[in-house]
């Protein structure tokens, strides 16, 4: 069975990413506690791998490293740090041409479809950060699943969790769970796109 790719991201109840321009998972609209963060740990060390857009990939390079071992920050931040350093990962990008903390890059006019020849000859879930990869790989048929933490806030305007969808896709529910601070995770396979 091929692996699976698997779009997960923090979104506010309208479904936006961003409320500021570029603010890369790093708005203060979202509750992300211990709790949530467990949560997130233990499904990113369940992946296969991680694909990553630039930006995304830029924003985790420039924090996680760091707080690997930073007494400061509370051991789960420390262990994600660990997880996303240690991690295979796939950087999609077409500006940069090598990435450090085991990633690939994957570059050109070629990088979705490459995307597609690593799914088919891989196993298990894959990550998927980036709305940019996210769109390309649901346009192309190749995204699996939808992973959505929801937060209690309703933005009114930013960046959606997909650039564009020409034609609606259907969804089928996997999974819900609910966290401290009202946070809650809906989990989706892709239907027909």
């Not at 233990?42 to 991680?50: E, G």
């Not at 262990?79 to 077409?94: F, N, Q």
């Not at 597609?116 to 990550?127: T, V």
């Amino acid at each position: 069975m091929p692996a699976r790719f698997v779009y997960w991201m923090n979104v506010s109840l309208d479904l936006f990413i961003e409320h500021a321009h570029d603010e890369q998972g790093g708005g203060d609209w979202m509750s992300i506690g211990d709790e949530l963060h467990e949560e997130f740990n233990a499904r990113a060390q369940a992946l296969t791998m991680m694909v990553q857009g630039r930006k995304v990939f830029e924003t985790m390079e420039n924090f996680w490293p760091a707080a690997r071992e930073n007494t400061e920050f509370p051991q789960v931040y420390r262990d994600y740090g660990h997880i996303w350093t240690d991690k295979p990962k796939i950087l999609v990008s077409r500006s940069r041409t090598e990435a450090p903390y085991n990633t690939t890059v994957f570059g050109g006019d070629d990088a979705i479809e490459r995307l597609g020849e690593l799914r088919a000859s891989s196993s298990g879930d894959i990550g998927v950060g980036g709305a940019d990869v996210a769109t390309q790989l649901l346009a192309a048929g190749l995204l699996d699943e939808v992973l959505l933490f929801t937060h209690p806030v309703i933005l009114g305007s930013g960046r959606p969790l997909f650039d564009e969808v020409t034609s609606p896709v259907r969804l089928e529910f996997l999974e819900q769970a609910t966290y401290a601070d009202g946070v809650t995770m809906h989990r989706y396979a892709i239907g027909d796109v």
